[in-house]
Structure formats: C-alpha cells, structure tokens
C-alpha cells in the first residue's frame, strides 16, 4: 500500500465459514474492508482463500468464540495483521430445536456460551481497541425468535432476546466513546443450519422436508425464505456510516414476521 492510498477498514466477523456469516466476509470485502473471520468450522479458511483469490484482504482464525482465550488470541492476531478494529459483527451462533422438557443443562450451557456468551466476549475486548481509536461500530446477531414464541425453541429465543437486551444496554453505556450498538433479527434464512433445523424435525416427526419448509416460508409475507445476501446487506447497512444516527436499535429482517 502507498501513501497516497487510503487504509481499508477492518472487521472482525463471527461465524464466517458459511450461512449469513459467509455471505456477510464476501459483501464487506466487495466494498474494501480488510476481513478478520473467525468460525469453529474450518470451511471458514475457503471463504478467505476465495476473497483473497478476488483481490480482497482476508485472514481466518479457527478458534471457539465461546472460549475466553481463542476469542483473545484471534483479537491480537488481528491487530499484528491489521492495526485497528474498526467494525464487529457477532454472527455466530447455534440452535436448539428440542421441546424444554427434554434438553439437558449441558445443551442449556452451550447455547448460551454461544450465542451470548460469545458475543459478550468478543465485544468485551474490543471495545477497549475501539474506544481507543475513538469510535467503531457493532452490529450482534439477534433472531425473529427474540420477539414471537416458537414451539421448541424456548432456549434459542431466550438467547436472542438476551441479545436484544444486552445491545440497548451497551449502546448507552459506549455512546459516550462514539461506538454505535446494534442488532439485527433475521427471519427464516436459506442456511445450512435453517435447513439442518428442518431436517431433524422432519426425522423426529415423521413429515416430509418439503412439507416442513412450505410451512417456514408462510411465516414470512413473501412466502419464501431469504438469501443469506440480503441479511448481509442489512448488517453492512447497520454497520456504515449511512446508520450514524442509529444505536440500540433492533432491525426485523423477517419479510413481515412480526408485523402479521
């Protein structure tokens, strides 16, 4: 890079070997950001090597962002690569789709050490990165499942509305470090683990696939489940300076959901 070149900005993104998490590392990278991606999947270092390949910037940490140290380590490595932290976004997570009375407290435990405890980690050490460059943006992973009841999916709503909660609370408390928090609630996305979600329940229940997934598009007025794209769009638009203004702020990107 020359002088005269100005420097990328940098995001750090959760969950980027497939699904929303994919997308969202190639949509950022099309528009010059430098990508540091971080997944328990592995598949995350072929999402790199193909931005790469494209002329864009990107480097993969395979690490478990529900562990302290992994979320530390994949943090500094991004600084020593790139310098600065100017954008998070926490999407990783997992579900469980399993009636309450039969999930185990170890099933309880890992959803949330995921879905918000994971979040909570990652923001937890950058923030300080951020607050020292004076600002940045967050945008974390919420779901439709925060805000309506879903029939075996008692945990994951409770997780996701955990994270509705903790982004108002941290949108106040770093507004003085001109760090903007928000959060993002997809409906029913065209996911390897949407479609591993149907795929158990077709087995546990004895309906077809097909039958399942007709049902999962009528929640959403378009009757059809969204592109991982357009999820990402919504979360590259939360995450710019179009959205200045806008911290502690949810977005339904649920093709009507709630609003039914």
């Known amino acids: 890079m020359t002088d005269t070149q100005p420097a990328r900005r940098v995001v750090l993104l959760t969950g980027a070997a497939r699904g929303i998490g994919a997308a969202t590392a190639r949509l950022f990278a099309e528009r010059g950001y430098s ?7 592995a598949e995350g270092q072929q999402v790199c090597d193909e931005i790469n390949h494209a002329g864009g910037a990107c480097v993969f940490y395979h690490g478990d962002i529900a562990n302290e140290a992994s979320v530390r380590a994949a943090i500094t490595a991004t600084l020593e690569r790139f310098g600065r932290i100017d954008v998070l976004l926490n999407v990783a997570g997992i579900v469980l789709v399993k009636p309450l ?13 995921v879905n918000l ?9 950058v923030l300080p990165i951020m607050r020292g460059q004076g600002g940045g943006s967050i945008v974390n992973m919420a779901s439709v499942s ?13 997780s996701k509305g955990a994270i509705l909660a903790f982004t108002r609370a941290l949108a106040w408390e770093e507004a003085a ?6 959060s993002i609630s997809p409906g029913s996305v065209d996911t390897p ?37 357009e999820i990402a769009e919504a979360i590259y638009f939360l995450a ?11 977005l339904l990107v649920d093709g009507g959901w709630v609003a039914k």
């Open 193 to 229: 683990m949407l479609r591993g979600d149907v795929t158990l329940e077709s087995q546990r229940t004895g309906r077809s696939f097909a039958e399942l997934k007709r049902e999962r598009e009528a929640e959403q007025a378009f009757n059809r489940w969204a592109d991982p794209r």
């Open 177 to 182: 470090h001109h760090i903007r928090v928000n």
């Open 101 to 113: 009375v039969e999930t185990a407290w170890d099933e309880f435990r890992r959803v949330m050490d």
């Open 35 to 41: 990508i540091a991606a971080i997944d328990a999947l």
């Open 240 to 250: 710019s300076d179009a959205a200045s203004f806008i911290t502690g702020t949810d």
């Open 146 to 158: 925060g805000h309506v009841g879903q029939t075996e999916h008692a945990l994951y709503g409770a």
């Open 117 to 125: 405890g994971g979040t909570f980690l990652l923001c937890k050490h």
